[in-house]
């Protein structure tokens, strides 16, 4: 690694990250800026970033190039490799070596592929909030001399703060689904109370009565409840804008 970065270039840097991710961004795009971050700051020569999902499967979601991007996914896919063993166990792993006995010993096919497309060393650290891991950012360079603790700990800051505004972003989000759920759920209430009304004029039941229908006709029909009440009032309002039927009110008087 080079040298490390200035107090202010690391202050301006942690700002971004913080402020980086709102309700409505690009969390791909957010991600994307951290690895490229991090790589300009700690001049090293590639970064990715892999998330787990609720399941706890890891997928890549930001690379700094293609290259990167296939030795993120041959980990996840062979199940070895210093981010696999940084997500179990929830610390930071530095690999000076890829090319070390000892490396090739511990991951039998990443640590030759890696050094096959020029990766010396390799450091992973976990994003992590309390004891729950929630993906991991890797920094790879080409050329020997490893990595020192002041540059394992930026990097853990760093995945740190891109973290916090990771779940903060989480919890904004649920927040929306949710008032969203509320809403539509409040709308779709009312659009069956009218529903049930509709049923028991037309048929001449009380609306626990009407209810019953409504639900058994949804049901029978295949069809989500709130559907099969938008029809039930769309066709009295069909009915409605038709008229009277042929044979209705004075013409049948009429006669």
């Known amino acids: 690694m080079g040298n490390l970065p200035s107090n202010e270039s690391l202050a301006e840097a942690f700002v971004r990250v913080a402020g ?14 951290l690895v ?3 790589v300009a700051m ?4 590639a970064a990715g970033l892999v998330l787990a999902d609720p399941q706890g499967n890891l997928d890549v979601l930001a690379c700094t190039s293609e290259q990167a991007r296939l030795l993120e996914q041959w980990q996840l896919q062979w199940h070895e490799g210093p981010v696999v063993d940084c997500y179990r166990s929830g610390r930071a792993l530095a690999v000076a070596d890829l090319g070390a006995d000892r490396t090739t010993r511990r991951w039998p096919r990443f640590g030759p592929s890696c050094r096959g497309a020029g990766y010396v060393g390799l450091l992973a650290v976990p994003m992590r909030r309390h004891e729950q891991v929630l993906g991991v950012v890797s920094l790879m360079w080409c050329t020997a001399g490893g990595v020192d603790g002041a540059a394992v700990r930026i990097a853990q800051a760093l995945a740190d703060v891109a973290t916090a505004g990771l779940l903060q972003w989480r919890e ?5 689904m949710l008032i969203a759920q509320l ?3 409040l709308s779709s209430r009312v659009v069956i109370e009218q529903a049930k009304g509709v049923l028991a004029e037309r048929l001449g039941m009380d609306t626990e009565q009407a209810f019953g229908v409504l639900r058994g006709s949804a049901r029978a029909g295949n069809r989500r409840l709130t559907a099969m009440a938008r029809a039930v009032i769309d066709g009295v309002g069909e009915q409605r804008r038709a008229g009277p039927a042929p ?9």
């Open 20 to 33: 980086g991710l709102t309700t409505g961004s690009d969390v791909v795009g957010y991600l994307g800026q």
């Open 172 to 176: 904004q989000y649920k927040q929306k």
């Open 247 to 255: 044979g209705s009110g004075r013409a049948a008087a009429g006669r």
């Open 42 to 45: 700690l001049e090293v020569d």
């Open 183 to 185: 809403t539509d759920a």
């Open 36 to 38: 490229d971050r991090s």
